[in-house]
C-alpha cells in the first residue's frame, strides 16, 4: 500500500478523536470558570448510574434507562421509544464532538432524569466518565 494513503487514513481515523477532545477539554474548561472542582470519570460514572424518582410518575429514572448500561450499543428512549446511537466515542466517534449537541442534551437529559440542571462539576464528570469508553 502506498505510503502517501495510510498517512492520509491514519489522519483522517484520528480527526473523530481530536475533534471529541476540544470540544470536551473546552466544555471541561467553561465549566471550571463556572466554579466546578476537579473532573474525574468516577464521579461521572456514578453519576450516570444513580437512580432519581419521576417527581411527576414515581417512577425511578437513571441514564442507562434509555442509554442502557453497556454504552456501546444504541439505546431506545423510554418514553417515545427513538432509537439513540451508542454514547460510548469509541464505536460512535460522533459522540462528544459537537460542543452545540453536548451543551443541548446534557441539558435535556439532566431535566427529564435528574428532575433539574446538571451542575458545572456533575457536566464535566459525565464527561470525563463518557470520554473514557
Not at 473532573?39 to 460514572?45: D, Y
Not at 451543551?103 to 432524569?113: E, I, M, S, V
Amino acid at each position: 500500500m502506498n505510503t502517501r494513503l495510510i498517512t492520509l487514513t491514519v489522519v483522517l481515523l484520528a480527526v473523530p478523536l481530536a475533534a471529541q477532545a476540544d470540544a470536551v477539554s473546552g466544555l471541561q474548561a467553561e465549566y471550571k470558570t463556572q466554579g466546578s472542582g476537579e473532573f474525574t470519570a468516577a464521579a461521572g460514572k456514578a453519576l450516570w448510574n444513580k437512580k432519581f424518582v419521576d417527581s411527576k410518575s414515581g417512577k425511578q429514572r437513571y441514564c442507562g434507562s434509555c442509554h442502557t448500561d453497556d454504552l456501546r450499543k444504541q439505546g431506545k428512549h423510554v418514553r417515545t421509544g427513538k432509537v439513540i446511537k451508542p454514547m460510548a466515542p469509541s464505536v460512535n466517534p460522533e459522540r462528544l464532538t459537537n460542543i452545540k449537541k453536548i451543551k443541548k442534551w446534557l441539558l435535556r437529559n439532566c431535566k427529564w432524569t435528574m428532575g433539574r440542571e446538571c451542575t458545572a462539576q456533575e457536566k464535566g464528570d459525565l464527561l470525563a466518565f463518557l470520554k473514557t469508553l
